[in-house]
């Protein structure tokens, strides 16, 4: 259920010359690649979430982005094995501050933090989540729902290992339990590589585990009994794999297996005993907000941006719609959108400089029935420039951002969307950003206005086409075409 990181990534990888402990990490990494592959065959053990990455060591003010796949099988009975595969993509928006953080599927606050001691408040998600529709044993069930757990971490890292202590309860109102989770693990290094062997021990209460393995009085079949399974533990046991191809991408591999005891197994909702999963996948650092690290001219180090935006509704998408020049009004919701949003200079390149963005969006959605209401987006902005030919001169920008938004309603263009395709829709979803301006230098030589740009910005939020279960599982998501200005600090 742990995931485990390396110490050394986000840094430049020092040269090890202990071959004895290199041969044994290439035998670990065999070893590794073959359970994989076996997993990747299986299909009569039970799923267990392994969704931590590798970011906890960055130093503070990093920010990153990735993704990986979460495989394994639902821990539910199913008609048939296909049915209780899981294959899910995690897209990972990645951020460790001097006091917050975000680890793709968890974030949080630190309140003490040291190289051996560290106590948070944080926020986890909880994959775990039962159809009715999925399958004919379960109608008339209550759909037993994913959620966002939060409470404390406790950890401590000494030369013996690390040891891992947390306590979360539920903040959406769905299963309204708690859990307690205990997990030790030792963390071998070599050069670029880190291998973490762990162990892990939880305990669930029983308005928890009733809500995921339960089954009540009125939801009670002659094939599936009332059930009241009280509280349960879970053993867990697996290695976390990294390897830093670069001082910037960093491929890691997660693997647990494991299984509760007879409260759970005792279900009829369930049917094995044991479970394992794996998640696979790699990040990509873009620099440091705190201390500029990827930026050659010193001066540009401490540069930072404000913008505004005003627009609308569009009627297309992001890409092959809009991007090709239609800027049609949409037809389904006739709604405007207002923002602010204030950027870092995260790297610089010779051809793209990456930027780290906080926007906060007004929705003006009253003549729709929505209200008014607002959102937020954390994303990384890469953004690249123009020259022009004859003097060499910058012509213009062009942009592309990707991250995270969170929509204290759902957008009513997205409502009625996916009413309208009986699909899903979600508050959390991803986050995508196209921009293009040119400097207005080049018509006012007014004095404030020589470091800023106007332009067109499309604002869209989309679901990834369904694939992920942290983003609901939605297909599709919406777009607004903004008109922006933006002006350098």
Known sequence: MCAGASRQTFKQPEITTHAKMQKQLNQWREVLLLVLLILAAR???????????????????????????????????????????????????????????????????????????????????????????????????????????????????????????????????????????????????????????????????????????????????????????????????????????????????NVAFGGADSAITDSPLVEEDSFSSVFVGGTYLFGNARKPDYIVDAERAGEWSWRVNYGYQASGNIVSEIDQGDFSKSEIADTNIAGITLSKLLSTGERVEFLGRLAVFRHFESAEGNGNFSSYAAYIMAMGKGYSPWSGDEAFRWGFGFGASYAQKVPIAEQRKQEAKGANTAHFLNYLEMTVDFPLRKVSRAGWLQNCYAGLTIVHRSGIFATSDLLGDVAGGADWLTAHMECKQ
């Open 43 to 253: 299909d009569n053990i039970r799923a267990q979430e392994v969704a931590e990455i590798p970011f906890s060591f960055a130093p503070p003010g990093s920010a990153a982005l990735g993704g990986g796949l979460r495989m394994g099988q639902n821990p539910y009975l199913a008609s048939t094995n296909e049915d209780q595969r899981q294959l899910d993509l995690v897209p990972l928006y990645l951020y460790e501050g001097e006091y917050l953080f975000a680890r793709g599927t968890s974030a949080g606050l630190h309140l003490m933090r040291s190289d051996a001691f560290e106590i948070n408040l944080y926020s986890r998600y909880r994959f775990q989540n039962l159809d009715p529709d999925s399958n004919a044993y379960y109608e008339g069930l209550k759909p037993r729902r994913q959620t966002l757990d939060a409470g404390i971490e406790l950890g401590i890292k000494q030369n013996w290992g690390e040891l891992k202590l947390d306590w979360v309860t539920d903040m959406l109102g769905h299963h309204n339990g708690n859990e307690v989770r205990a997990s030790y693990r030792y963390r071998m290094e070599a050069g670029p590589w880190s291998i973490s062997p762990f162990i892990g021990w939880t305990w669930q209460n029983k308005s928890l585990t009733d809500y995921y393995f339960g089954v009540s009085e009125s939801e009670a079949t002659v094939e599936r009994p009332a059930y009241a399974p009280g509280s349960a533990r879970w053993i867990s046991f697996g290695v976390n794999a990294a390897w830093q191809a670069t001082d910037r991408i960093v491929w890691f591999g």
